[in-house]
């Protein structure tokens, strides 16, 4: 049992096969009344910088907030918790072609229940300059043929903006076209993920 844990300002980097790492910097920890098989409290703030290689190579810096509160550790853990991450700047690259992650903000509320088995997203809530506001909830039972349930909505999207943001990654001939105007996205989606045969609709 852990009574009462803390780390704080530390530094901590995991190397990654292939030349790929993660740092993170400023690391502060607190455990609180934790056991494995009653659980206990845990929060988490940290600076982070990320380097991935190869067909998609991702270049990352930003912050990254989670409290949890578990009723279990082992075999996994249950409860709820809350994750925050920001990208204060980044790049994603691809088949020669990159794009900027920069002011990207993502925030998620997540619950595990026992009983159920049940993997849920309560609330997600992102923000970026290209796309404003998005919000989302999702759910996933882990366990039999994975059947999971997802929707997400986007306010208010520029579609100037959007495309220019894309147009890198899109075939030469559509780099040349224009788009503008307001617009808003609202999907729902379900499915299942039974071995190598996942199935979707929506």
Excluded: C
């Excluded at 400023?26 to 409290?41: H, I, M, R």
Aim: charged share 20%.
């Amino acid at each position: 049992r852990v009574r009462r844990l803390e780390i704080q300002n530390a530094e901590a980097r995991f190397p990654i096969e292939g030349g790929q790492h993660v740092e993170l910097t400023g690391l502060n920890l607190t455990v609180k009344d934790f056991a494995s098989k009653t659980g206990g409290s845990i929060a988490v703030q940290t600076r982070f910088a990320v380097t991935t290689q190869g067909d998609a190579a991702i270049a990352a810096r930003g912050t990254l907030k989670g409290d949890f509160l578990l009723t279990a550790a082992y075999p996994r853990p249950y409860g709820t918790g809350r994750i925050e991450v920001v990208v204060d700047s980044g790049t994603y690259a691809s088949a020669g072609r990159t794009l900027a992650l920069t002011g990207l903000a993502l925030g998620f509320d997540l619950a595990y229940d026992r009983p159920t088995e049940t993997l849920a997203l309560t609330r997600l809530r992102g923000e970026s300059k290209e796309l404003g506001v998005v919000e989302g909830a999702a759910r996933v039972v882990m366990q039999g043929d994975l059947p999971w349930h997802a929707n997400l909505s986007v306010a208010s999207i520029d579609f100037a903006q959007v495309f220019g943001l894309l147009k890198p990654f899109l075939p030469q001939d559509y780099r040349t076209w224009t788009m503008q105007g307001q617009g808003a996205v609202a999907t729902e989606l379900q499915g299942t993920y039974a071995g190598d045969r996942p199935s979707l609709q929506g």
